[in-house]
């Protein structure tokens, strides 16, 4: 499919693990995000890579929280030492910069999203 | 603390009915974003409103961003049971054509038939 992908679609785990979760953004999209979205919330923002980079990590919570996109496509979000707080979706967007420039500004296209538990 | 307040949180009405949804903020944004999402699926983006006083149409629903760029409105005309889902305003810092969004808590819409 041409749209956002992200895998796994549900992760349960216990307290204390580690976690890795996976997007695949459309093909060309240079902007990734990363957002939270726990129940009854609307997503909060968690980073933000332009290209390979993160252009801002601000939303992170701690240093448990860790992402790359090492060759400006694929991003993964790790979770150290998982907590039951950490339950949440976790939501992938990209972005095209050519929209921005088109000022289509901040067209984010969302994956489904990961159900996170943590037992 | 929310940056957008979005009012009210939970609407039901019958199928037919208007209704308007409400995004608030003390903040001024560059651009404000409604997205609609449906259980297990992520966001899909509605309308972006990009200038002060803008209204924007997309078949029943109106968009309307406020003079000041910190407040807009979602009206839907003549509801339909597949408008049902969770409505969410997404404000974009100021002067930023990238980065990140600020979303509301959104507005649960049901639409019964």
């Known amino acids: 499919g041409a749209g956002v992908s992200q895998t796994p679609s549900n992760k349960v785990t216990e307290k204390g693990k580690y976690v890795e979760l996976r997007c695949d953004p459309i093909s060309g999209h240079t902007a990734l995000y990363w957002y939270r979205q726990s129940l009854g919330q609307g997503p909060e923002f968690l980073i933000y890579f332009q290209g390979t980079g993160a252009a801002d990590d601000s939303g992170l919570p701690n240093d448990r929280f860790f992402a790359v996109r090492p060759e400006g496509s694929v991003s993964t979000l790790k979770i150290q030492r998982t907590e039951r707080g950490d339950s949440a979706v976790y939501l992938c967007a990209s972005s095209p910069l050519a929209g921005a420039m088109r000022g289509l500004y901040n067209e984010q296209f969302f994956g489904p999203g990961t159900r996170l538990t943590v037992l | 603390t929310q940056l957008l307040e979005q009012s009210p949180q939970f609407l039901s009405i019958q199928e037919g009915e208007n209704l308007t949804v409400y995004c608030n903020s003390s903040?001024?944004?560059?651009?404000l974003q409604w997205y609609r999402q449906e259980p297990g699926e992520g966001p899909v983006l509605l309308v972006t409103v990009v200038t002060g006083g803008e209204v924007k149409k997309l078949k029943r629903l109106t968009f309307q961003f406020g003079d000041a760029r910190k407040d807009s409105s979602l009206h839907i005309t003549a509801a339909q049971p597949g408008d049902t889902g969770l409505y969410l305003c997404?404000?974009?810092?100021?002067?930023?054509?990238?980065?990140?969004?600020?979303f509301g808590r959104g507005t649960q819409l049901t639409v019964w038939p």
């Open positions: 903040s001024v944004f560059s651009s």
């Open positions: 997404a404000g974009a810092d100021r002067g930023s054509t990238l980065g990140r969004l600020y």
